[in-house]
């Protein structure tokens, strides 16, 4: 069965520092990988898929992500943190053989003045 | 476009008591999936339908939830009788496809419940 794993579940940085969120995953051949973000009382937002066309992603508010086979890795990154990044982002797999989506525990980001 | 639709937002009930929550996908969208997320925690599947069938309830309590999706456009979600465990956000999503081939599910507002 497909998973991913979250390190950290909570990740503090200061305004204008560079985000790492981290996110592996396991999956016995090549997986669809997203991540998406919730804020408070709300839904879950899509940042950005990996669906093998390339191995660097580009999302929207400026975060990226980069997809490592020999890592089994999937890590969250912008190079600059905004106030309005702070929430919680969830790393999530699906294919692979699997036909849904799994879910990390998440990371909850606070971002500091 | 109108995102996924959910009613009610926020819902407040005694153990032993019954409630419903609904949904609304996105026009056009096949697959839709309901999600109990408990806090602090992602979201785990419940049930996902492609249009009026089941695809998988495998992690869905069938002596206590229910679901259904008449006309392969609206679906409701019933838990009878209610636990206090059950206290969680309940997340409706659609996509066009199904996620086995990398389709983007979108999420509604979620429905908060609180069992006492």
């Known amino acids: 069965a497909q998973s991913v794993t979250q390190l950290g579940s909570h990740v503090s940085v200061s305004e204008g520092a560079l985000v790492l969120l981290r996110c592996n995953y396991s999956s016995s051949v090549p997986p669809y990988l997203f991540w998406y973000v919730q804020y408070p009382n709300q839904g879950l937002q899509l940042l950005l898929k990996y669906t093998s066309a390339a191995t660097l992603v580009k999302g929207i508010n400026g975060f990226e992500a980069e997809f490592k086979k020999s890592e089994t890795s999937f890590h969250l990154t912008k190079p600059s943190a905004h106030m309005s990044d702070a929430a919680e982002y969830f790393c999530a797999v699906s294919g692979g053989g699997g036909n849904k989506l799994t879910f990390g525990t998440g990371t909850q980001l606070k971002v500091e003045l | 476009e109108a995102g996924v639709a959910q009613s009610p937002r926020y819902k407040i009930i005694e153990k032993r008591q019954s409630v419903a929550f609904w949904c609304n996908p996105i026009?056009?969208?096949?697959?839709l999936y309901w999600y109990q997320q408990i806090l602090g925690q992602g979201p785990k599947l419940l049930i996902q339908?492609?249009?009026?069938?089941?695809?998988?309830d495998s992690q869905l309590p069938k002596d206590r939830f229910s679901a259904e999706r008449l006309k392969g456009v609206d679906s409701t979600l019933k838990i009878q009788p209610a636990k206090l465990e059950d206290s969680a956000v309940y997340l409706c999503a659609s996509s066009y496809g199904d996620p086995g081939r990398g389709e983007t599910q979108y999420f509604g507002p979620g429905t908060r419940l609180l069992v006492l």
């Open positions: 026009s056009g969208h096949a697959t």
């Open positions: 339908f492609q249009n009026n069938g089941v695809v998988d």
